[in-house]
């Protein structure tokens, strides 16, 4: 029995139940068991477990016209249905009437032939809805299982040679979902040696499988030609093989995703094996978005990964422990792009990557990786390869790329760049334990980790999407971390005025979910006269122990301010007084602790106007601050004594002068004076 050992994101596994393939659950559904021969009859024939049919192809050809869904029990399901006569008339098919040779066995070319707009999905022991089932992952009770053991169950020569084959043309709507897939050997001609697992042509959407033990000369478990989604998927134990009758070299053990619109998304691509290129996954275009690409191995180029022009987009994605000829974890052969991953613990010439022309790598860490003489060996450069904001492991020549980052004693130590928990095996490994320690082994980040924050500062056109590879915020603080893990950690930002002391100091950097307790002791006759916590103000919630004030601050998700300030306990008297006339606020007697600032307010009445503010008996009316709606301000700013503020409002009166001839007037018009206000006229007579 295989056991594995995996960290998956459980998250998208719901978010697939809720969406498989796009298909509405208000369409037509026909109910599909293995445990009783029912032959096909009619889609109304079959719309619950006590009526369903026995036949699956049959189901899915009924749905085909107008669309629906499949539920399909647990079990174990073989095809029934040559692709022959639904591809006729494609060239690429050798017929059976043109294969002289004898290459291609008419009894092994069936599959289970998928349709567009029909959604197939295992995992059922009788429930009624989707969220009930339980145990259906591979090798659990509830497990539905397709099978390409068509014939002599202990022999695979003669298994079918694509166990799912979804058509040229198929849509993305046709889906396959919560199913092991698994006993398909594509060691035929043209398309009968690709896609042991599954062969898909331009579209599929393929949710949650297993797919397991397949064999073909090009993409063992999966051959995505063109199109085809992958989400949520475990891609283990597959093998490409180079067979007598196959004028091409073995290509991708897990996967090959040829031509472009391809995607591999959550997938984990794990123990597969190519005799030639691209052990765990090789690539001439298509997406591989936040994968996990461990434990495969090649007996030439890319243990990890094999890529050709253009090569495909990596993203996100942790491509560890593999081992090959050329390029332990990478062979980058003219082309690829990998942006935000993290290449550790290959072991082949060119360790981490054998780079080429036309090959980049952006916010990539390089590190532990060895060629097969047990020497650090991270990157090959030889023959090109654009590198920029990368981390690599004891690095001389920071001028092979662009902003690189050296990894070295000063800055690493047993756990690299401060992993969290890194394998500590060179490349595959020798036995179970050393695999049982890679597939456990924790690549996300330390806090003390110099990864952390220094990634690209612009990440734009870079199609990272919001997750990092554990499913968490891609950007936590001002710039990405390099590598395939975003450290979630937050920052506590103490500012403090006064005479007192605080811990611990300003930032402290948390996990998110920890906790952290700040401790305030002001200085002898001294106290805490502003505690705020992101603009709030906490100081009634201190505790208080022997002087020393204590506030605790947790579950921490987010950044956080928090604003002290100490103040001597000494007071001082201010005594305001106003007159009518105007409001003066705040008036009376106020109590205030030395160094603070004390402001008043001045509003006028209507019709009045300030005419005097005496402040320790010397006027400051010159002083005074508009604040812009009708009313004046005053401050005293550090207040060390006591004060006195008196305030005099006055009643604004209009006198008018009327100036006949005959002389003139120092005063003409209107003029304003305010109540009690002394005004000097001088009038001057005509001469004569």
Request: glycine share 12%; net charge negative; with cysteine.
């Amino acid at each position: 029995m295989r056991t594995f050992t995996l960290i998956r994101n459980v998250c998208l596994i719901l978010l697939f139940i809720l969406n498989l393939g796009g298909v509405s659950f208000s369409q037509d559904r026909v109910y599909v068991v293995s445990s009783t021969v029912n032959p096909f009859t009619s889609i109304e024939d079959h719309d619950s477990w006590g009526s369903a049919t026995s036949d699956l192809q049959a189901a899915i050809n009924a749905l085909s016209t107008d669309g629906g869904e499949i539920w399909l029990e647990r079990g174990t399901y073989y095809p029934t249905e040559s692709y022959y006569t639904t591809d006729v008339g494609d060239q690429d098919y050798i017929s059976i009437e043109d294969d002289p040779a004898g290459i291609t066995d008419p009894a092994r070319c069936i599959s289970f032939i998928l349709h567009s707009g029909v959604a197939i999905i295992g995992g059922f022991n009788g429930e009624s809805n989707l969220s009930s089932r339980t145990d259906y992952a591979y090798e659990g009770a509830n497990a539905t299982v397709l099978s390409g053991n068509i014939g002599d169950t202990n022999l695979d020569t003669d298994n079918a040679y694509h166990v799912v084959y979804a058509q040229d043309n198929t849509a993305t709507s046709a889906s396959l979902s919560d199913i092991i897939i698994t006993d398909g050997n594509a060691n035929g001609t043209a398309r009968n040696s690709r896609g042991g697992g599954i062969q898909t042509r331009h579209g599929g959407t393929y949710n949650n499988l297993t797919i397991i033990d397949n064999h073909a000369n090009r993409g063992g478990g999966v051959y995505a030609y063109n199109g085809g989604v992958f989400n949520n998927c475990l891609i283990i134990s597959n093998n490409a093989i180079d067979y007598t009758n196959s004028p091409k070299s073995a290509l991708g053990g897990g996967a090959f995703l040829h031509l472009a619109n391809a995607e591999l998304n959550n997938c984990d691509i794990i123990d597969n094996i190519s005799s030639n290129d691209g052990g765990g996954v090789a690539s001439s275009d298509g997406n591989i978005i936040q994968c996990k690409i461990i434990n495969n191995e090649c007996d030439n180029k890319g243990g990890g990964v094999y890529t050709f022009s253009p090569g495909g987009n990596y993203r996100n994605c942790l491509i560890s422990n593999n081992t090959g000829g050329s390029g332990g974890g990478i062979y980058a052969d003219l082309g690829g792009s990998w942006i935000n991953c993290t290449v550790v613990n290959n072991r082949g010439t060119g360790g981490g990557v054998y780079s080429r022309e036309g090959a980049v790598f952006t916010d990539v860490v390089f590190w532990g990786n060895q060629n097969s003489l047990d020497l650090v060996n991270e990157v090959n450069l030889e023959e090109g390869g654009v590198f920029t904001n990368c981390a690599i492991g004891e690095l001389d020549d920071l001028t092979v790329g662009t902003d690189l980052l050296a990894l070295n004693s000063t800055n690493t130590d047993a756990n690299g760049p401060h992993f969290v928990s890194p394998s500590t095996v060179s490349g595959r490994g020798e036995n179970s334990t050393d695999y049982e320690e890679n597939m456990s082994a924790n690549w996300e980040l330390a806090l003390s980790s110099v990864l952390k924050n220094t990634g690209i500062d612009d990440l734009t056109g870079l199609g990272l999407g919001d997750s990092d590879l554990a499913g968490n915020a891609r950007v936590v603080q001002e710039r990405i971390d390099i590598g395939a893990y975003e450290l979630q950690y937050f920052e506590v930002n103490i500012q403090s005025t006064g005479n007192g002391t605080v811990t611990p100091d300003s930032p402290v950097e948390l996990l998110e979910g920890e906790n952290t307790t700040i401790e305030l002791t002001p200085d002898d006759n001294h106290f805490v006269m502003v505690f705020n916590v992101d603009g709030i103000d906490r100081t009634g919630e201190l505790s208080e122990d022997g002087g020393v004030y204590s506030y605790t601050i947790s579950n921490i998700q987010a950044d956080i301010d928090v604003e002290i300030q100490f103040n001597i306990e000494t007071q001082y008297t201010i005594e305001v007084t106003g007159d009518v006339g105007g409001d003066v606020t705040p008036s009376g007697t106020e109590l205030i602790y030395g160094g603070q600032d004390f402001e008043v307010t001045l509003d006028p009445s209507t019709g009045y106007e300030i005419r005097s503010v005496l402040v320790d008996g010397v006027e400051q009316l010159d002083a005074l601050d508009d604040n812009g709606d009708g009313t004046s301000g005053y401050t005293i700013a550090n207040v060390a004594a006591d004060h006195t503020i008196v305030v005099d409002f006055a009643l604004r009166h209009v006198i008018t002068f009327n100036v006949s001839d005959g002389g003139t007037s120092s005063e003409t018009g209107l003029v304003e004076i305010l109540e009690g206000n002394f005004l000097d006229v001088i009038l001057t007579p005509d001469i004569g």
